[in-house]
Nanobody, 115 residues
């Protein structure tokens, strides 16, 4: 059974930083593409960052240069380091992967950027 558990969200001021974590079980994060998505109120869920099993991470234009996706294979965990946060980054952030043509999502973690 694949489980993805996000943590690390919270309230942060504009310009601040947060690191989100996605602890995985039932799947080895180093051999699957892992993704971070976000969904703001009233908006569609959008892809933020991707880390493939091989190759370089990819980022949405909105997160490029400010966010960094990484993984710790020993902890089987994927991270999203977010810096220079803006109010428009406010959203629920979800960890995602696809295995055998089935999508798996975490429960999400709320990030609120506000002064």
């Amino acid at each position: 059974q694949v489980q993805l558990v996000e943590s690390g969200g919270g309230l942060v001021q504009p310009g601040g930083s947060l690191r989100l974590s996605c602890a995985a079980s039932g799947i080895i994060v180093s051999i699957y593409t892992m993704n971070w998505y976000r969904q703001a109120p009233g908006k569609q869920r959008e892809l933020v960052a991707t880390i493939p099993s091989l190759g370089n991470p990819n980022y949405a234009d909105s997160s490029k240069g400010r966010f960094t996706i990484s993984r710790d294979n020993a902890k089987n965990t994927v991270y999203l380091q977010m810096s220079s946060l803006k109010p428009e980054d406010t959203a629920v952030y979800y960890c995602h992967t696809n295995r055998r043509n089935r999508d798996y999502w975490g429960q999400g973690t709320q990030v609120t950027v506000s002064s």
